[in-house]
């Protein structure tokens, strides 16, 4: 097949990269330091592979000034009454809205994401940080009654303390977004390490926080990589949460890092996401779910729902639809407002992705469209081609492993029970889809199957009131929704006698 087959937008429509590089330092307590080892790192466009931003390398020096200053101002923030850490989230989330153009240019130039994309992120990661206001009002515990007419009982809810915060690089400020407000809201205070691929953004949403009048040393950020920053963030005896999310592989390390002072973990980790389609489905509207759930952000997508398991009577059917949409899909040009899936993230990993294509056919599954990398017109960097790859057995690792890019697996089941057993038959369990005009196959359905989400006749919905994460090997714990909150609280049983009417013991 040649690209001619596909809708290839090449040309910005107008819209300009940056003009000038960013230069991007730490965050430390209310100030923008360099490193003391003067090291430095740079970030080029995955699309273009010009050069966005030079960020200055952290070390265990910068991870250590940063945990000493969150734990400084921990105390007073604590006792910020939720009324003010309210307003002060409000005002992020204002101060967001307004810069949200800018944001989201460093998002697309750092990710290769599709810059319509990043505004309408950037739009909802604002509203994030609005609904994690409305819960800073509301940091409360229980009481217990029944005690006895001498005893009365509560719990107190507390902020668990530092926490170290730690995000990938496919969604930088939506997934900061989603931790960073409830912790605040909480009452702690942090420390974030953006990935080493995407900082920008996270250094902007810094930017805004001191603008918004976010006392020094509540959120302080530190650049660099997983080794030796990430790594202290999660071994530092200071720290007493960590809040993770990208691959399995690094959240079992930082289990294990984190054991030796047993923080709390919360970990938002991959998926091999499951959507499946009874005979009776709607297959026109299940087909256009399909391409945006495997194409949105090139499939680089914690939620990709790559892995299709179609009844085998309508297989063909909803093939050949998928087929004939993902043609008209628009890839290309990050910047063009007409493009709805950009550049891949790194060379390395457009390997990836092309090596499991290319292990699939040689065992037997079969390319019905894409399966290469494409180049761009006056674009140096990399895209992969929308791919559809059939003939998929479970045991294949295009069916069990994160591809994470553009390349959706199709299987075939026969009957219900084989249905759930393909839909399970994964170590991961972040979300499931289910398309059936039966309400009775959706429930059970989404009864059955082992995921955090279950979408029925819809994929990817999300909201900032509905919580969100994995079970199995795809996390610990929920963000979003009052569970965002509870996350970063401790319970604290406190016991009241009243009167003196303890029985003494000797
Ligand atoms: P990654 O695990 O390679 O890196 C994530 C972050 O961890 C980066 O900031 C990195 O520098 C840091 N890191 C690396 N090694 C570390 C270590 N030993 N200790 C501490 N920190 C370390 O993930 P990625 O490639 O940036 O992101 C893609 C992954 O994220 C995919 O697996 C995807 O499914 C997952 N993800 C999950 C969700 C979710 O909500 N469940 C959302 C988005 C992405």
New binding site residues.
Partial sequence: MTTHDLTIISGNGGQSAPDDVKKLNHLIDGEWVESTSGETFERHAPATGALVSVEAKGGTAEVEAAVGAARAAFESWSEVPGVERARLLNKVADLIDGSRAKIALFETMESGKPISQAEAEIEGAANIWRYAATLAWNVRGDSQNALGPDMLGMVLKEPIGVVSI??????PFL?VS?KLPFALAAGCTAVV?????TSSTTIILGELLIEAGIPAGVVNVVL????P???V??THPEVDM?S????????K??VA?TSGTLKKVS?????KNPQVIFADADLDQAADAIVFGVYFNAG?????GSRIIVHEDVAEALTEKVVALSRKVPFGDPLNADTKVGAI?STD?QAKIDGYVKDAVATGARVELGGATMSIDGLGGQFYQPTVVTNVTEDMPIARD?V?GPVLSVLTFQDFDEAIALANNAAYG?SAGVWSESVHTCLSFARKVQAGTVWTNTWMDGYPEMP???VKE??IGR?LGPHGLEEFLEAKTLQMRIGKTRTPWV
Avoid: R, Y
């Avoid at 660099?224 to 080794?227: E, I, K, L, Q, V």
């Avoid at 680089?300 to 990709?304: A, G, H, I, L, P």
């Fill in positions: 730690i995000t990938p690089w496919n969604f997934i989603q390490k953006p990935s080493e691929m660099g990589f997983g080794d920053v990430g790594a963030m999660t960590v993770f999310t990208g691959s399995t592989a690094v959240g390390a930082i890092a970990l938002e980790l991959g998926g680089e997508c914690c939620n990709s993230i990993h994160e994470f972040l969100f994460g994995g795809s996390g963000e």
